[in-house]
């Protein structure tokens, strides 16, 4: 553990975790070792797949919402197309594809997506902010908190728009504290919430889930988040063998976590 040890050295403590997001204390909460390795040591983490098709599907919704604030209209879908294959060819030219892994298939099975989204989910939704507005920044906990919202409509509903290997039956509870985390972070928010999830089946699906953030969703970034941060801080870091991402395909620091903490990790 001495690596650890000069790592934490290197970055004074009351600077480690300073401005958190709900994504890292996610990663955070699954696995502290893989937190350590991104945040900290800072080590290459490259996309796969799945990140590569969800950041180039959310870059162009999130052109069309964010031009659709003031217009009050979507833009041609072969707009938003061609926003999406700009965003997959600079994310795929960052992503490590899995030997049976074709990239033109996932790119036309992304553009799918976008071309589902646009013609069911998008004409229901009026923003008054999205995306590429100014990031969203508070105190959660006495935490600063910085992110970007997805969209948020006038009556003070956050859409999040997510793609997804399966359909969805629920919000599961740490997605649920990250949401509550947004919520907290967004101004005109209610803790009204739908995550639209586009699904890469064959037959690609949209599958909208509401959730409702009251008094008891809303606590718990409020506790966890200065909990994650006093941990950050601690400059212990456990590895979490039992994450469900805990396998060789799913996390690009197996190799420095075998080294780092010995044992061996699954292959997938
Ligand atoms: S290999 Fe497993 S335990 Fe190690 S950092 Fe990755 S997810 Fe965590």
Request: glycine fraction near 6%; charged fraction near 25%.
């Amino acid at each position: 553990m001495a690596a650890v040890a000069e790592m934490v050295v290197a970055h004074p403590q009351t600077e480690i975790g300073e401005v958190l997001s709900p994504s890292q204390v996610r990663t955070w909460m699954d696995c502290q070792a893989r937190w350590m390795f991104k945040y900290l040591w800072r080590l290459p983490d490259p996309k796969n797949s799945n990140l590569a098709t969800g950041i180039a599907v959310h870059h162009a919704l999130g052109a069309n919402f964010a031009q659709k604030v003031e217009s009050r209209r979507d833009l041609p879908v072969e707009e938003v197309v061609a926003a999406y294959r700009e965003a997959w060819e600079a994310a795929a030219a960052e992503t490590d594809f899995r030997d049976e892994e074709s990239p033109e298939e996932l790119r036309s099975k992304g553009e799918e997506l976008v071309r589902l989204y646009m013609r069911d989910g998008a004409p229901r939704v009026q923003p008054v902010a999205a995306e590429t507005s100014a990031p969203a920044s508070a105190l959660i906990g006495g935490v600063r908190v910085n992110l970007r919202l997805d969209v948020l409509e006038a009556d003070g509903t956050l859409i999040e728009i997510k793609t997804a290997a399966k359909s969805p039956r629920a919000i599961e509870g740490a997605h649920a504290i990250q949401l509550a985390a947004q919520v907290l972070c967004t101004p005109g928010a209610t803790g009204k919430v739908r995550v639209d999830t586009l699904v890469k089946n064959k037959m690609p699906l949209l599958v909208p889930l509401e959730i409702e953030m009251k008094q008891q969703e809303l606590l718990a970034p409020e506790v966890l988040y200065p909990l994650a941060q006093a941990g950050m801080r601690s400059g212990h870091y456990m590895p979490n063998r039992t994450s469900m991402l805990c396998s060789r395909r799913n996390c690009a620091f197996w190799r420095a976590c075998e080294d780092e903490f010995g044992g061996r990790v699954e292959e997938s």
